[in-house]
């Protein structure tokens, strides 16, 4: 069955569009609420939201349909994405939604749904909603009297930054650092700034003043530029980038120098290892993570386990064969031990007690890897099949001698536009490039003949 709603993380689109409308909104409210009937208790959800101005359109109308479903709900307000997972569990919900489209502009939106257990929904469950949206669900309803109530849930910040807090033992302080913090003008300019003051850091937030438009915009971690230029003018020992739902986090040394995902799962797995607290002897990444660290752990005599693009994906890899280490190099970052899905300040904190502990600065102790060259393009093109044909299979295996053994590539469609994004990595960048360049021009040729 192919996907109408659903993409790769829940359903996202531009606001007040389809599918991103309140009409749709308010039939996987209902959908999904008539999904998550578990027996003759009161049943609960819960919603959490960014700071996206369509944010009041997509909560009310969600609101509208888990009640008309016979769900209770519970509002969070703008709270960061894993503070929903976490909430969820905590409260005892048989469901939970963030409204956000992540790291995308303000004009976009998206519904992301967990499971009772934190856990973002399995495609077998999504698809079941699905099914569900084109329906005339009218008569599954509840009763006059079933129908569920709403309320908004006071303290949901403290509850969140103390377990955030919890993550670090009793005795880690960090007095003594001062920190950049750049929450994106998302869901985290509460309680990311108050978490790292409470622990001791001098904190110069920046970027936490959303107005419903400016989430995301030229800043956070997918824009960092700003954050270190600020790191530099302040002299500060470390800057911190989130995104919109602060899911993801990049940092930035003292030298004003961004360390991607890639080098901050090499740091944490290095110190868990260290600690005795790795399990699975690896760690969990996608097929579009450096080499550099493939080879990094494996000097420490661990194994890099590749998944498909997608925290999704490395939570499910992570879930089955027992690691509590895994994300993305954009800066999804799951840590299993504490969260269920990415969570920026979680691991941002793990970065600090370990630079706290070295007593090094943040250069020294987050560059755990030289990254080995590493080339992006992406080619569009007009509908058919170009990675099918005769001459572009014959360039890609071509590209995988001339690469050999020393170097990787990975080519893929997009999942959300015409596009086919071509990636190659080695250790020398001429002939990187060249490959990518070679095949990139393949398909556009078929492109053009098409």
């Not at 999904?35 to 819960?46: L, M, P």
């Not at 969070?76 to 409260?91: E, I």
């Not at 879930?319 to 990415?342: F, K, M, P």
């Amino acid at each position: 069955m192919s996907r109408r709603y659903f993409g790769t993380d829940g359903i996202r689109g531009r606001a007040n569009s389809f599918p991103m409308t309140a009409d749709v909104a308010m039939k996987v409210g209902m959908a999904a609420g008539l999904s998550f009937q578990r027996g003759d208790h009161r049943h609960r959800v819960v919603i959490g939201k960014d700071t996206r101005l369509s944010g009041y359109m997509i909560e009310n109308a969600l609101v509208a349909g888990f009640c008309a479903a016979g769900m209770d709900v519970f509002l969070l307000g703008p709270v960061p994405t894993p503070a929903v997972a976490m909430l969820t569990r905590s409260l005892r919900a048989d469901l939970g939604v963030m409204i956000s489209a992540s790291h995308n502009a303000f004009h976009d939106n998206g519904i992301k749904l967990f499971g009772p257990d934190g856990y973002k929904l399995s495609d077998e469950i999504e698809m079941r909603i699905e099914s569900m949206l084109d329906r005339d669900l009218s008569g599954e309803l509840a009763s006059s009297e079933g129908l569920g109530r709403a309320k908004r849930i006071d303290g949901v910040h403290d509850r969140y930054i103390e377990f955030a807090k919890r993550t670090l033992p009793r005795s880690v302080s960090l007095a003594g650092m001062r920190v950049v913090v750049d929450s994106a003008n998302g869901a985290a300019y509460k309680v990311a700034p108050a978490a790292l003051w409470e622990l001791g850091a001098e904190v110069i937030a920046i970027n936490d003043e959303p107005n419903g438009l400016n989430i995301n915009d030229d800043c956070g971690s997918t824009h960092p530029l700003n954050l270190c230029k600020k790191v530099r003018e302040v002299r500060a020992d470390i800057g911190i980038a989130l995104d919109g739902d602060a899911d993801r986090v990049l940092i930035v040394d003292e030298n004003g120098s961004v360390v991607d995902g890639d080098q901050i799962m090499a740091l944490v797995a290095e110190s868990w290892h260290q600690a005795g607290r790795l399990a699975g002897g690896g760690v969990v990444a996608t097929v579009m993570s450096n080499l550099g660290l493939e080879r990094r752990l494996d000097d420490l005599g661990l194994q890099l386990h590749r998944t498909k693009v997608g925290d999704r994906y490395v939570v499910e890899h992570m879930r089955a064969n027992g690691l509590n280490v895994g994300g993305e190099q954009s800066g999804h970052i799951v840590l299993s031990d504490y969260s269920t899905t990415g969570d920026g300040l979680v691991s941002a904190l793990q970065v600090l007690s370990c630079i706290k502990r070295s007593d090094r600065p943040a250069s020294e102790v987050c560059r755990k890897f030289e990254p080995v060259p590493q080339v992006l393009k992406n080619v569009r093109f007009n509908g058919g099949k170009p990675l099918e044909t005769d001459s572009v299979r014959a360039m890609i295996e071509d590209a995988k001698s001339r690469l050999g053994k020393a170097g990787r590539l990975v080519i893929r469609p997009s999942g959300t536009e015409p596009l086919i994004r071509v990636m190659a990595e080695g250790d020398d960048r001429s002939l990187v490039e060249k490959v990518v360049n070679d095949i990139i021009g393949v398909i556009g040729t078929v492109k053009t003949a098409a």
